[in-house]
């Protein structure tokens, strides 16, 4: 049965180590961080030697078994680093690192991460790992994950926070797991015996959400109005400009008529080649809005660029946000339905 991150932790606590882990997931900070405490707590076991393949294309899944049966020059025990980045190894690497579970070699580790996870990754070579060590998938944080997540680095870094200041370091940080736990870092040498409020924090803290077009569409075909609204406004104080965010925006919106109008859903995704930790997100937004919506929203994205190139009436940043509020809630519709052209 999978682990949780908080059960691999306190797996790794314990004496013994499994012979294979998989560790798989797309927040790269919290997969880097779960691998660095495995392989620190392997040493401390005794695997002072380690062997890493890039399962990469072209790569020789022989090297996994020859790595297996090699000899240690240097020590008796040895951790075997696999690294398989789209978390597919193929027909050869599935059998080859079945085979391995099946008889894994004395005195040896195989770790196995992979930066790419879905839950339509699933295939059989990897309940094979999970029968014989451990499956660890790591999934992006939820908002509620996340302050929990936050409160916890910050008292392991010594920091003390009111629950204001950690409501605040939620949302400047958008889900940044990278740039929040820079922030902490940094607030672990300022703060000092500090206990943090809100006020003291903002202070101190830098504004490291990541204010892009990509995270502004995601919010808005993600259903939540607010924080693409916020996204917008972070994006206007920086000094960026309409034009410059509209090539996204257009592209997303054309990509949701194509898929609005496909016969198949699951066909319109694979002729999209949409990764399949994306799909959720642009099914979520077909269920709210039809055809007609997302036609009508694309009709006020491109007014939108034809206001902000000079070429059209109107206040381009007020229709953008209309734009938004109608692709987050498509009730909305009818704020654009009459004056997009």
């Known amino acids: 049965m999978p682990l949780s991150l908080e059960q691999l932790r306190r797996h790794l606590g314990g004496s013994e180590l499994k012979p294979v882990y998989f560790l798989a997931g797309e927040e790269h900070l919290l997969l880097i961080e779960a691998a660095d405490a495995l392989r620190a707590r392997a040493r401390e076991l005794g695997y002072l030697e380690r062997d890493i393949l890039d399962a990469e294309s072209g790569f020789d899944w022989d090297d ?23 978390g597919k190894p193929g027909k050869d690497g599935a059998a080859a690192i079945t085979e391995y579970c099946e008889r894994p070699p004395p005195d040896t580790v195989l770790l196995i991460t992979a930066t790419q996870w879905s839950k339509q990754h699933a295939a059989a070579w990897v309940d094979v790992v ?21 409160s916890q680095r910050l008292a392991s870094r010594g920091v003390r926070a009111q629950r204001d200041a950690i409501e605040v370091l939620v949302e400047r940080v958008e889900g940044n797991l990278l740039a929040a736990a820079q922030e902490i870092d940094k607030l672990a040498l300022l703060a000092g015996d500090t206990l943090l409020d809100a006020d003291t924090l903002e202070n101190l803290v830098a504004d490291s959400a990541r204010y892009d077009a990509f995270k502004l569409t ?4 993600a259903g939540d ?10 994006l206007r104080g920086e000094g960026e400009q309409v034009p410059a965010l509209m090539g996204w925006v257009l592209n997303q919106l054309q990509l949701m008529v194509r898929l609005a109008s496909a016969a ?3 066909q319109g995704f694979r002729a999209e080649r949409i990764w399949p930790a994306r799909e959720g997100l642009y099914r979520k937004a077909l269920q709210r809005g039809s055809l007609v919506h997302w036609e009508t929203c694309l009709a ?16 381009a940043w007020v229709e953008f946000e209309r734009l938004l509020a109608a692709m987050a809630l498509p009730r909305s519709t009818a704020l654009i339905r009459n004056i997009a052209i």
């Open 300 to 315: 006020q994205a491109a007014k939108i660029d034809r206001i902000s190139k000079g070429r059209g009436a109107g206040d």
């Open 225 to 234: 109005a607010a924080r693409a609204l916020r996204i917008l406004g972070g």
């Open 218 to 221: 995601d919010a808005a075909l």
């Open 130 to 150: 999970d029968a014989a060590g451990a499956f660890v998938p790591i999934w992006p944080l939820k908002t509620n994950e996340l302050y929990d997540w936050i």
């Open 264 to 266: 198949n859903p699951a």
């Open 64 to 86: 996994l078994a020859r790595a297996a049966s090699g000899m240690s020059l240097f020590a008796s025990r040895k951790v075997i680093d696999l690294r398989v980045p789209t």
